[in-house]
């Protein structure tokens, strides 16, 4: 069952970041179901691998669109960024070092995390770039 389900509420309005958060929660909802199925260490280490790069890929795309339209706030999104990256390094890390994290005590940070930066943090950008024509 998946954790985390798209809605229009996630929408910032701006077809090519709704895509990648779209498939970004697919990979989510993945990697959830893999930690609840216990699958092998080093399984779940690839999938966790595999979200990181898509999630590096996407805030790529986004510091790509905010520099291109002189984004006021990129500072701060992009700290957003590199703090949501440090933690799912940890966690890459953490795997690798042969731990079996919970879903619910680690993974869910990332969930959360993603969701409030899409709701605090992306709808201001997309609103920006809908005013300057980018949807």
């Known amino acids: 069952m998946p954790i985390v389900t798209w809605c229009d509420d996630y929408s910032v309005n701006v077809e090519e970041i709704d895509l990648q958060h779209q498939q970004m ?3 989510v909802n993945n990697l959830h ?7 092998d ?14 999630t590096r890929m996407h805030f790529s795309t986004e510091e790509r669109l905010m520099k291109k339209y002189d984004y006021p706030q990129v ?3 992009h700290r957003e960024h590199r ?6 390094d940890n966690l890459v890390a953490a795997v690798s070092s042969g731990k079996y994290p919970t879903f619910y005590s680690d993974y869910d940070v990332s969930t959360d ?4 930066h899409i709701a605090e943090c992306d709808k201001s950008l997309g609103a920006f770039l809908n005013s300057k024509g980018v949807y």
């Open 75 to 77: 500072a701060h999104h």
């Open 33 to 39: 179901t893999s930690v609840e199925a216990c699958i």
């Open 25 to 27: 929660l697919e990979l």
């Open 41 to 54: 260490k080093q399984d779940l280490k690839e999938k966790l691998i595999g979200l990181v790069e898509f």
């Open 83 to 88: 703090i949501l990256l440090q933690h799912m």
């Open 113 to 116: 995390w993603a969701l409030v």
